[in-house]
């Protein structure tokens, strides 16, 4: 039997269309624990860093935060993440490993399940190390 490769990219432009649709144990248990990692949101400015369809920077929203962007590279699932209101004027099509954003633009970046996907993980690394939060305002 010969194996049938495509690339990350063309695998997500195959997903999109059925990717909130269809169960996926996977993200099932990657929701179930990153959810108990997240702080709280409020007031907080965030990042969804290859966000997909928008599913998270939609649950961040919803959880309070002040701002939110979510930025992925394959316009198949930022067309998918546009039926989400909370997320709809909030998409960019970026490549993570140059985030087209200033240092300090976010308090937390999430960036779940595309890690696995990420050929050049430590640029991605560097990329988001690279933002420091601004430090807590003195009263």
Same mark, same amino acid.
């Given at each position: ?18 990717? +909130?649709? +269809? ?24 990042? &969804? ?22 930025? &992925? ?21 970026? &490549? ?10 976010? &308090? ?32």
């Amino acid at each position: 039997m010969e194996r049938c490769c495509v690339s990350v990219q063309e695998g997500y432009e195959r997903w999109a269309p059925t990717y +909130d649709h +269809d169960p996926n144990p996977l993200l099932a248990l990657e929701e179930r624990q990153l959810k108990l990692l997240i702080p709280s949101l409020e007031g907080k400015r965030v990042l &969804d860093l290859a966000c997909g369809t928008g599913r998270w920077l939609a649950w961040l929203m919803k959880g309070g935060a002040r701002t939110g962007v979510g930025v &992925d590279l394959s316009l198949a699932m930022l067309h998918a993440a546009k039926g989400k209101s909370a997320v709809r004027r909030r998409l960019v099509q970026a &490549d993570c490993r140059v985030i087209p954003f200033a240092n300090s633009a976010f &308090d937390l970046v999430v960036c779940s399940f595309a890690v696995g996907h990420i050929l050049e993980l430590q640029r991605v690394a560097q990329e988001v190390g690279a933002w420091r939060p601004r430090p807590p305002t003195s009263l």
